[in-house]
């Protein structure tokens, strides 16, 4: 009988937006979950309530966000505000924290500082076709908000970039 | 305004803003600091069954229609079975591995990582138990499995 590599690293990313929060969980490069949750009234508090269920149901080793305190990197004060309460809600779970700047999500996906969203999305849908390809939204045209969708996509990325710099 | 963010923060339920207690900062600090990833190791989830679910993409509907669920909320008691909040029966777990065309003990690997070393554990009592008979075969049979699930512990 032979023995199963059992034991399992498990990432969880989560992109803060304005709608609510996008995720993924990766175990050693497989997929395991997407999507993207939305909040409404109480916004902080109801995204840590809902990360903190993400917690909960996915015991994650690592948590990766993106660095809303980074050069360039211009966020509303809430998100800056739910970034901290969630790396506060990590620590406590003694979870770690890494942080990914928008600027090397978009050099290690696309390859150019002024790459866009869309390009970033159709590339991942490509090295995920199982999970994602469906989920690709169509390209925002510049009077369209954004789509829903996208918010997964940006958690997708932001796991894909932290294994890519740890390999 | 990021100064007021760096060390005030908006309380949860009042919505106030509030300072940031000295250790809450330090715990921030710490977590941000922790790049020296060590990968803690994580016990597996207790299932699989979503996961596996979306890469055969499948609803739950579905997979309670092959599984012969039968009633309503078909698709609940799925449901139920990928948030761990029941464990299926026994030929449920045997559906699922016929559906997804993987061993039970992948799909649900969090539970036999906390299942076999228990019955190693058990093994090794019975391994010492004094109860006359000295077969050598059952002696092997019973250490080898005392070890094998010891490396499952966390």
């Known amino acids: 009988m032979n023995q199963t590599a059992s034991k399992q690293i498990r990432i969880l990313a989560i992109a803060l937006t304005a709608r609510g929060f996008g995720y993924c969980v990766m175990e050693n490069q497989v997929i395991l979950e997407s999507g993207n949750k939305g909040v409404e009234g109480n916004k902080n508090s109801q995204s840590v309530y809902k990360i903190d269920k993400l917690f909960k ?31 506060e809600l990590a620590a406590s779970r003694k979870i770690k924290v890494s942080l990914i700047s928008g600027k090397m999500l978009r050099i290690a996906l696309v390859g150019d500082v002024k790459g866009t969203k ?14 994602l390809a469906g989920k690709l939204p169509p390209k925002r045209r510049p009077w369209e908000n954004e789509d829903g969708r996208m918010d997964m996509f940006d958690a997708v990325g932001l796991v894909a970039v932290f294994w890519m710099s740890k390999n | 305004m990021s100064s007021r963010h760096g060390v005030f923060c908006k309380h949860a339920n009042s919505g106030k803003f509030a300072p940031l207690h000295q250790s809450l900062l330090h715990v921030y600090s710490l977590a941000l600091n922790s790049n020296e990833f060590d990968y803690s190791i994580m016990p597996s989830l207790p299932n699989y069954l979503r ?28 449901s139920r ?16 591995e016929a559906i997804y065309g993987k061993p039970i003990r992948e799909l649900f690997a969090g539970l036999y990582e906390q299942i076999a070393p228990e019955v190693s554990a058990r093994a090794k009592i019975l391994f010492y138990r004094k109860n006359g008979s000295a077969d050598p075969k059952r002696q092997q049979i019973l250490s080898e499995l005392a070890l094998r699930h010891k490396e499952l512990v966390v």
């Open chain 1, 118 to 131: 869309h390009e970033m999305a159709e590339f991942l849908a490509q090295k995920y076709p199982v999970e």
């Open chain 2, 51 to 78: 996961t596996n679910r979306k890469q055969s993409a499948l609803s739950q509907e579905e997979v309670a229609f092959l599984l012969g669920v039968k009633g309503l909320d078909k698709g609940g008691k799925i």
């Open chain 2, 81 to 96: 079975d990928e948030s761990y909040a029941r464990v299926p029966t026994l030929e449920f777990a045997l559906a699922y």
């Open chain 1, 57 to 87: 149901q996915f015991l994650p080793s690592v948590l990766v966000l993106q660095d809303v305190n980074a050069a360039g990197c211009r966020r509303a004060p809430r998100i800056k505000t739910l970034h901290r309460q969630v790396v």
